[in-house]
T-cell receptor, first 117, second 113 residues
Framework: AQKVTQAQTEISVVEKEDVTLDCVYETRDTTYYLFWYKQPPSGELVFLIRRNSFDEQNEISGRYSWNFQKSTSSFNFTITASQVVDSAVYFCALSEPLETGANNLFFGTGTRLTVIP | DVKVTQSSRYLVKRTGEKVFLECVQDMDHENMFWYRQDPGLGLRLIYF???????EKGDIPEGYSVSREKKERFSLILESASTNQTSMYLCASSLIGGRNEAFFGQGTRLTVV
């Protein structure tokens, strides 16, 4: 069974601090994809990044970086020099490709990040 | 600009009513999903569909059904609404294949009284 765990329910940081959001997943598939989404106060989830199970390179995009470690089944997300606009709920998700070509998409419970000015 | 549109932002229904939540996407996506979002529980998958008239149960299908008669439209049906179905409902769509990200609608906050 697939499972995504985000153990941090809520995190508060002061502006300009760095913060890491943890994501641990479970799957029996050898091919899978991991995602991070952001849900700002407006409510609509926004895609941030995708990583496939064969690509363990870390990625950096501006102040955002992601660390994928297959050995520990983790896909952590770091925001450097946090800003108030980063305040949101962040979700980690795991995609399970099915034989039909469709894919299921399992989400974690989310981490609410509050950046205090 | 890609778009997933849910028919209502807020909805109030009475216990026992049959409720339809509609979702339309304009991206010609094969996959469509219905989730419910509750505090502390994250997004839980109710049903998904990978083609017209095809559907698969998610984690919590009980009390719900779905309909996909056209590729762009995916409806969630609450056969007899109950108060424990009060929640935020999110529709999403994606191209077929596990690597493709999902695009989400703005959500429907349903209250059953």
């Amino acid at each position: 069974a697939q499972k995504v765990t985000q153990a941090q329910t809520e995190i508060s940081v002061v502006e300009k601090e760095d913060v890491t959001l943890d994501c641990v997943y479970e799957t029996r598939d050898t091919t899978y994809y991991l995602f991070w989404y952001k849900q700002p106060p407006s409510g609509e989830l926004v895609f941030l990044i995708r990583r496939n199970s064969f690509d363990e390179q870390n990625e950096i995009s501006g102040r955002y970086s992601w660390n994928f470690q297959k050995s520990t089944s983790s896909f952590n997300f770091t925001i450097t020099a946090s800003q108030v606009v980063d305040s949101a709920v962040y979700f980690c998700a795991l995609s399970e490709p099915l034989e039909t070509g469709a894919n299921n998409l399992f989400f974690g419970t989310g981490t609410r990040l509050t950046v205090i000015p | 600009d890609v778009k997933v549109t849910q028919s209502s932002r807020y909805l109030v229904k009475r216990t026992g009513e049959k409720v339809f939540l509609e979702c339309v996407q304009d991206m010609d996506h094969e996959n469509m999903f219905w989730y419910r979002q509750d505090p502390g529980l994250g997004l839980r998958l109710i049903y998904f569909s990978y083609d017209v008239k095809m559907k698969e149960k998610g984690d919590i299908p009980e009390g719900y059904s779905v309909s996909r008669e056209k590729k762009e439209r995916f409806s969630l049906i609450l056969e007899s609404a109950s108060t424990n179905q009060t929640s935020m409902y999110l529709c999403a769509s994606s191209l077929i294949g596990g690597r493709n990200e999902a695009f989400f609608g703005q959500g429907t906050r349903l209250t059953v009284v």
